[in-house]
Nanobody, 124 residues
Framework: QVQLVESGGGLVQAGGSLKLSCVASGRTLSNYAMGWFRQAPGKEREFVAGMSWRGTNTYYADSVKGRFTFSRDKAKNAMYLHMSSLKLEDTAVYYC?????????????????WGRGTQVTVSS
């Protein structure tokens, strides 16, 4: 299992940008599909973005497409979520996840490694 630690959350005004980071340890992310999920108060955890284990495919939820970008740094064993044009409804705790599989899954149950989460709050 890989250990994941997120950082980069915070308070930002609507329309602003944030970059979330997730650093892995224990095992290389090169063998894992990766994902970012979020959970707002009173709501279920939802898929935001993901990348296949070889980095050849990225996927985004419709709600963030065109505004968020998933990236990875193999040398740092890390993944990132670049968020721009943030909206009030993007407010949530954001989690990074890794699953020992080739392709991205939108079902959180498919991932076996999770970070503790980082809070993102978008204000008006």
């Amino acid at each position: 299992q890989v250990q994941l630690v997120e950082s980069g959350g915070g308070l930002v005004q609507a329309g602003g940008s944030l970059k979330l980071s997730c650093v892995a340890s224990g095992r290389t992310l090169s063998n894992y599909a990766m994902g970012w999920f979020r959970q707002a108060p009173g709501k279920e955890r939802e898929f935001v973005a993901g990348m296949s284990w070889r980095g050849t495919n990225t996927y985004y939820a419709d709600s963030v497409k065109g505004r968020f970008t998933f990236s990875r740094d193999k040398a740092k064993n890390a993944m990132y979520l670049h968020m721009s044009s943030l909206k009030l409804e993007d407010t949530a705790v954001y989690y990074c996840a890794a699953g020992f599989m080739a392709m991205v899954a939108v079902d959180s149950a498919e991932y076996d490694s999770w970070g503790r989460g980082t809070q993102v709050t978008v204000s008006s």
